[in-house]
């Protein structure tokens, strides 16, 4: 079993929908959780991190983390075409800090 | 300010061939990793630094993989011979100290292809 599992789609959605991406864990030793998005060709660039239970907002992303279910969410609201990519979810160990990723959720949002 | 910088972008090879990868981390970052995507996958950690030193290298394929850090600054990731199940995307990314709430900025990567 993977530490962190990740449904790896594709997901396509109308421009404008609201889109939920999904990511669950093993580990209860992870403290730290993010979420980083790919383009084509690209590398991750980091979107969300939190490190408690809860809800985080930054714009039209909200992250959300449920440690007792082991189960992180990225919501995306009134999507659009350039949010197209690949949305990596990720952990964090306490001590030694290994960041561990998911495989990875592709998004395509269809104008 | 200049983000990771990797090359090549791109490289194809034959099996049995040596093949090496260079990374230019942001300026002032202190640690530096080495990661590597398969098709369809997340990134996997091969090794990181911290300045000069390899904190982790727990992953990397010894036998046929080696890294250096050179004065902490720049790195190369080598692979000597390389076997076809080496093509995948090479991705370098850095940090400033990394505590959980620091971001790892990643380099565009190098696509490796081996033939």
């Known amino acids: 079993q993977k530490e962190v599992e990740q449904d790896p789609g594709p997901l396509s959605v109308p421009e404008g929908a609201i889109v939920s991406l999904n990511c669950t864990y093993s580990?209860?030793?992870?403290?730290?959780f993010m979420w980083y998005r790919q383009y084509s060709r690209k590398g991750p660039e980091l979107l969300m991190y939190?490190?408690?239970?809860g809800n985080k907002e930054d714009g039209r992303f909200t992250a959300q983390v449920d440690k007792s279910s082991k189960y992180i969410s990225l919501f995306i609201r009134d999507s659009q075409p350039s949010d197209s990519a690949t949305y990596l979810c990720?952990?964090?160990?306490?001590?030694?800090?290994?960041?561990?990723f998911g495989t990875g959720t592709k998004l395509q949002v269809i104008p | 300010e200049a983000g990771v910088v990797q090359s090549p972008r791109y490289k194809i090879i034959e099996k049995k061939q040596p093949v090496a990868f260079w990374c230019n981390p942001i300026?002032?970052?202190?640690?530096l990793y080495w990661y590597r995507q398969n098709l369809g996958q997340g990134p996997e950690l091969l090794i990181r630094?911290?300045?000069?030193?390899?904190?982790?290298d727990s992953q990397l394929p010894k036998d046929r993989f080696s890294a250096e850090r050179l004065k902490g600054v720049d790195s190369t990731l080598k692979i000597q011979p390389a076997e076809l199940g080496d093509s995948a995307v090479y991705l370098c990314?850095?940090?400033?100290?990394?505590?959980?709430?620091?971001?790892?900025?990643f380099g565009s990567g190098t696509q490796l292809s081996v033939l």
């Open positions: 580990n209860s030793a992870f403290q730290y």
């Open positions: 990314a850095s940090s400033q100290e990394f505590y959980g709430d620091e971001k790892l900025f």
């Open positions: 630094y911290e300045n000069e030193e390899a904190v982790d």
């Open positions: 990720a952990t964090v160990s306490g001590g030694y800090q290994k960041v561990t």
């Open positions: 939190t490190y408690s239970s």
């Open positions: 300026s002032g970052h202190n640690t």
